[in-house]
């Protein structure tokens, strides 16, 4: 499935949910760069739309982990030296993103 909308239309920073399907999707924007995202926190399912975007970065409010928006991968778990195994998590679940001349389309597999 696929759905498109203009960049005008995503607000700046600030994490955008949409139904596309059946799916829940978190859009993020920075100029005119755009992510499309899992609403749940691979940590611990939390929802991290309702975390802050740093950057191409978004930071979970639960635990504090920072995940890469270009790649999904964590790059910050607080206290990783304790609690080891409990602080394990994957990487967001990301969406393909394409934009044309201001139209974003985003993909679901
Ligand atoms: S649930 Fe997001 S960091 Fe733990």
């Keep these: 499935m696929r759905a498109c909308l203009s960049l005008n239309d995503i607000p700046e920073g600030i994490p955008m949910k949409v139904n596309i399907g059946t799916q829940l999707v978190v859009i993020i924007r920075r100029g005119s760069k755009v992510w499309a995202i899992s609403p749940y926190c691979p940590h611990r399912g939390a929802d991290i739309w309702k975390g802050d975007i740093v950057d191409e970065t ?30 394990e ?7 393909p993103v394409d934009e044309y001349g201001g139209e974003v389309c985003i993909t679901i597999p």
Excluded: E, M, Q
């Design 89 to 95: 998590t994957g990487n967001l679940i990301r969406f």
């Design 58 to 87: 978004i930071r979970c409010y639960l635990h504090g982990y920072i995940y890469d928006l270009n790649t999904g991968a964590p790059i910050l778990i607080p206290f990783s030296d304790k609690y080891s195994g409990w602080r």
